[in-house]
């Protein structure tokens, strides 16, 4: 399982296309600008900000950083967004292991599916990403109650 974190936009930032390549799509001058979330921000209710080309090198720093995640040295662990993907990862698991022995019941595979799909529904960011984690969790907890007391 993975998750999009600050490390991985360094990433998509640094490691896609040139500048130059960027440059050569249009005619006449062109300023490349990153729009961009800073976490150390957020708690101000500070949006994205406009950052220029100059953020590049420290972005590629944070990439090469990218093996501290999930670690104590990590400085984004704290945030809730990060702390809910951890969270998901060991919950994921659990029903997984769920779902394993209810295949070996016969329990219905259709439900099966849906529950083990319902993951793929846990997406965006930042509040977007927790309303949806709490909606799908809700769900996958549902339907694997009414497939528990279907079979009783």
Known sequence: ???????????????GPSIDRIRGLFDGPVTVAHNLHPPTLRPFGVGKIRIGRWIR??????Y???????????????????????ELIGWYEGIVSRLVS????GKDEAMLIRVAAAVDRI??????KEAA???????VEGELARGESASK
């Open 1 to 15: 399982m993975s998750y999009k974190d600050e490390f991985e936009v360094a990433r998509l930032a640094t490691r």
């Open 57 to 62: 090198p420290l972005l590629g720093l944070l």
């Open 64 to 86: 090469r950083c990218r093996r501290v995640r999930g670690t104590t040295l990590d400085p984004f662990r704290y945030g809730s967004c990060r702390q809910l993907e951890r």
């Open 102 to 105: 209810a295949t070996e019941a």
């Open 123 to 128: 997406r965006g960011f930042e509040g977007v």
């Open 133 to 139: 984690a709490r909606r799908v969790r809700a769900e």
